[in-house]
């Protein structure tokens, strides 16, 4: 069971546990049982006659790790498996991983349509930067499918969605939103950084590309950047053309920490899951508590159909305290325990005011819009025992 190709045979049809801990593995000669670290930039040929082989491309192998990398294109046949897809490429970073797909598919005249909950900075990336070479980007709420609607034409080349959405999880129906962008002849791209596959397969649901930043849930424990764009072999070449040529390559020491990561991914998934429940829970009985946004919890209105496309709720919630800016930055200012960064994915629990930090940029008219209130505390719950977590929060809930 040493073969590369026997090991492909023998995981088809594996469980995704397997998948994780398995996949894409090749091993060298000295027969290692991790992954091995091939922490090297350039690689040697046996002769001339192979290096203008390689150089051509008439014989497949290494040659610049700009190009390839075997510790890199191991977690690429990692997380493609992982997605049910044909192919994956590597980034520096989760932004490198959309700018790459941008890259790859947009030209000028072009439209996207993007959903307005979206990470601040790919927000950025289409409004400020794809903007300058003529590229159009429009702006939907996530959840009115008439703006979808509305928004999508025959102009549009990539629709762009995040769901569970950053801060107040709202859930877009993947397979709908597919089938529309289909209809216009444009790609759907879902950023599914919130879920990893352990929680949401999108090209299950008819999504044609899936980015990560695997900096998120990938890594797990807070220590590499980097991204992941994942799809049929057709797109994803066209992403790698860009990444070679362009240079946003992922280092190979962090795709080894991130093929690590992905071992536990589905336990740590499942693991912030079931804690983030018990917090909405608890939450939700707090009296300094207004209301709670978590897909998990039955009245959000994107439960159900959370409940469909997902394996399980994810790690991230938000909360409106009772008052304004005041008492959310009281209840964050009284932790003791819990992480104060915009950083999320991580097995120690974040909490973060997005009025003020992730959502800053916006106007007060934007905000007033998506929600995101003064009031309003983000938590990216970690491995922590929940009770734990719940004592460190009630420190100033208690004061209001
Ligand atoms: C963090 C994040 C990104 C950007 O990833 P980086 O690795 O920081 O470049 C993109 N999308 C989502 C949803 C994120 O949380």
Request: charged letters at 20%; proline letters at 3%.
């Amino acid at each position: 069971m040493s073969d590369a190709s026997d090991l492909n045979e023998a995981l088809q049809g594996a469980g995704i546990d397997t998948l994780a801990v398995r996949a894409g593995q090749v091993r060298s000669d000295e027969g290692e049982h991790s992954e091995a670290l091939y922490l090297t930039s350039s690689y040697v040929f046996a002769d001339a006659q192979e290096a203008a082989d390689r150089f051509s491309g008439d014989q497949p192998g290494n040659v610049y790790s700009r190009y390839t990398n075997p510790t890199v294109r191991t977690l690429e046949a990692r997380i493609a498996a992982l997605e049910g897809a044909e192919s994956a490429v590597a980034t520096a970073s989760g932004m490198a991983a959309i700018l790459a797909t941008c890259m790859a598919f947009l030209q000028a005249g072009d439209q996207v349509v993007c959903s307005r909950s979206v990470f601040g900075t790919t927000t950025v990336l289409f409004t400020k930067y794809m903007s300058r070479f003529g590229v159009e980007t429009v702006f939907v709420d996530p959840t009115d499918f008439d703006q979808w609607q509305a928004g999508i034409s025959t102009n549009t080349k990539l629709v762009f969605v995040e769901t569970p959405s950053n801060p107040l999880c709202d859930i877009v129906d993947i397979a709908r939103l597919a089938d529309v962008s289909h209809q216009a002849g444009a790609l759907l791209v879902v950023d599914n950084c919130f879920c990893t596959p352990a929680l949401q397969k999108p090209l299950e649901f008819g999504a044609d590309i899936v980015v990560h930043s695997a900096t998120k849930y990938i890594d797990g424990q807070g220590r590499c950047l980097g991204g992941l764009v994942v799809g049929a072999q057709v797109h994803i070449e066209e992403v790698l053309g860009f990444i070679r040529s362009a240079g946003p390559t992922m280092s190979p020491f962090n795709a080894w920490v991130f093929l690590k990561g992905l071992e536990t991914l589905r336990l740590r998934m499942d693991a912030h899951s079931a804690n983030a429940m018990a917090l909405a829970r608890w939450l939700e009985a707090q009296p300094a508590v207004e209301k709670v946004f978590y897909a998990g919890l039955a009245h959000h209105p994107g439960h159900a159909l959370a409940a469909k496309q997902q394996r399980g709720f994810g790690g991230v919630l938000s909360f409106r305290v009772k008052g304004g800016r005041e008492q959310a930055w009281q209840v964050i200012d009284a932790t003791k325990i819990l992480s104060l960064t915009a950083n999320l994915g991580d097995a120690k629990t974040t909490i973060v005011h997005p009025a003020t930090t992730t959502h800053g940029r916006l106007s007060d008219a934007q905000r007033a819009e998506t929600g995101i209130t003064e009031n309003l505390i983000r938590i990216a719950v970690g491995l922590e025992d929940v009770q734990d977590i719940q004592a460190d929060l009630e420190r100033g809930l208690t004061l209001i």
